[in-house]
């Protein structure tokens, strides 16, 4: 089983659609998560942390569910600049010696007119 | 610019030479991560530091893979008697994260990357 997997995708959507990805990671002592996006040829930037409480920014909720060691990002009112890939990143869990980051493969987003 | 700054752009190079990649973090960053990244996967993670120390590194990586990071600040990655399957964008991340918990100041942020071709 791969450490962090995403539905690859590609979702196509109208503008102002809403759509979500989802996320499941294998290591039950990972302790932070993020949603990063890639554009095309560019390198990924961070879009949001994901907290347990779940959090907000403006278009975009993040939720956690560690029980089942499950992210999701929700995307509303979608815009043609969303259009991009969205990499789940996971840590490595408690250890001071073991908190690299993983990526999966990430799910692409094409937002068309 | 205060971003990370990887050198070169794009390396060709043929099949078993060895290449050596430059990665300058942000200078207040701690951290320094090394990734690799082909087309249509999401970036593998190859090794990092903490300052000048290596805390892990991919079991996954060969031994024809090494990095070094020497004073805490600047890294290089090595590629010997490279492959062709080495082909592919190599990123460099680096993070404030002073390896405190929580781990709130654990966002990378990336180089634009070193693109290797092995012919």
């Known amino acids: 089983r791969k450490e962090v997997e995403q539905d690859p995708g590609p979702f196509n959507v109208p503008e102002g659609a809403t759509v979500a990805f989802n996320c499941t990671y294998s290591?039950?002592?990972?302790?932070?998560f993020f949603w990063y996006r890639q554009d095309c040829r560019k390198e990924p930037k961070l879009l949001m942390s994901?907290?347990?409480s779940g959090n907000e920014d403006g278009r975009f909720t993040a939720q956690l569910n560690r029980a089942s060691q499950y992210i999701s990002l929700l995307i509303r009112d979608s815009k043609l600049s969303d259009s991009a890939t969205y990499l789940c990143?996971?840590?490595?869990?408690?250890?001071?010696?073991?908190?690299?980051?993983?990526f999966g493969a990430g799910t692409r987003l094409t937002v068309k007119p | 610019d205060t971003g990370v700054s990887q050198n070169p752009r794009h390396k060709i190079t043929k099949r078993g030479q060895n290449v050596t990649f430059r990665c300058d973090p942000i200078?207040?960053?701690?951290?320094l991560y090394w990734y690799r990244q082909t087309l249509g996967q999401g970036p593998e993670f190859l090794t990092y530091f903490q300052n000048e120390a290596q805390l892990e590194k991919s079991r996954l990586l060969s031994d024809r893979f090494s990095a070094e990071r020497p004073k805490g600040s600047f890294s290089t990655l090595e590629i010997q008697r490279t492959e062709q399957g080495d082909s592919a964008m190599y990123l460099c991340?680096?993070?404030?994260?002073?390896?405190?918990?929580?781990?709130?100041?654990?966002?990378?942020?990336f180089g634009s990357g070193t693109q290797l071709s092995v012919l």
């Open positions: 991340a680096s993070s404030p994260n002073t390896g405190q918990v929580p781990w709130t100041n654990e966002k990378l942020f």
């Open positions: 990143v996971v840590n490595g869990g408690y250890e001071y010696n073991n908190n690299d980051m993983r």
């Open positions: 994901v907290y347990s």
């Open positions: 290591n039950s002592a990972s302790q932070s």
């Open positions: 200078s207040e960053h701690n951290r």
